[in-house]
Structures are given as structure tokens and as C-alpha cells.
């Protein structure tokens, strides 16, 4: 059971980027999948939430408008598409998978996390 993601990478302010979370050992369908974000010395932060059915998605109040969640279910695949990146949205991004299929708040709900990707945005 595992989740990669990947699509990390450098870009100037006002740049996109799109991160992809795909996984293995468990069932698609079964689980929201959350995006957050770290920045050496914080806490890791709630970017984005995708329910299990897809009828709901959350945006934290710094990415709504600009960041997109989505879920492809014929690649195991969760993406964030990130467009018009400012400097403070460079962070390691992680994926993780809740414990039901509801979208959860806080890091501790989610029990399965990815090795994290980097973004940096240059201002």
C-alpha cells in the first residue's frame, strides 16, 4: 500500500504546475485523498480534500481559485492542478488517503502518506 506523488518542480510566480498522487493496494473508491503542503518550521498545512465519490471538494481559503482537485479512477490518480503559483506556495507537497471516504480536516485523520514533492516559485 503506497502513494507516489509527483510533477513537482520550480516555476516563476504566476506559473502552473500539476501534481499527481497515484497509489497501489487499496481500493480507489474507498477513500478521500487530501493535499498538503509544508514549509520547513510550520505545520503541514491543508491545501485541498477530494471525497471518494467526488461530490465533494475542499480548497483551503490561500488556494481557492487557483488550485483544482480532481480524480481519475481509470489511473488510481488524484491531481492538483496549480495555476498563477506565488512565492508562498513553495512547500513540499504531500498526498494522503483519510480513514473513510468524507473528506477530514487535520493532517492526524489521514493514515497513509506519500514521500512528498517539492514546489518552489520563484517571485
Known amino acids: 500500500v503506497q502513494l507516489v506523488e509527483s510533477g513537482g518542480g520550480f516555476v516563476q510566480a504566476g506559473g502552473s504546475l500539476r501534481l499527481s498522487c497515484a497509489w497501489s493496494g487499496f481500493t480507489f473508491d474507498d477513500y478521500a485523498i487530501g493535499w498538503f503542503r509544508q514549509v520547513p518550521g510550520k505545520e503541514r498545512e491543508g491545501v485541498s480534500c477530494i471525497s471518494s465519490d467526488d461530490g465533494y471538494k475542499y480548497y483551503s481559503d490561500s488556494v481557492k481559485g487557483r488550485f483544482t482537485i480532481s480524480r481519475d479512477s481509470s489511473s488510481d490518480t488524484v491531481y492538483l492542478q496549480m495555476t498563477n503559483l506565488q512565492a508562498e506556495d513553495t512547500a513540499i507537497y504531500y498526498c494522503?488517503?483519510?480513514?473513510?471516504?468524507?473528506?477530514?480536516?487535520?493532517?492526524?485523520?489521514?493514515?497513509?502518506w506519500g514521500q512528498g514533492t517539492q514546489v518552489t516559485v520563484a517571485s
Open positions: 494522503a488517503r483519510a480513514s473513510q471516504g468524507a473528506c477530514q480536516l487535520g493532517p492526524g485523520a489521514y493514515s497513509l
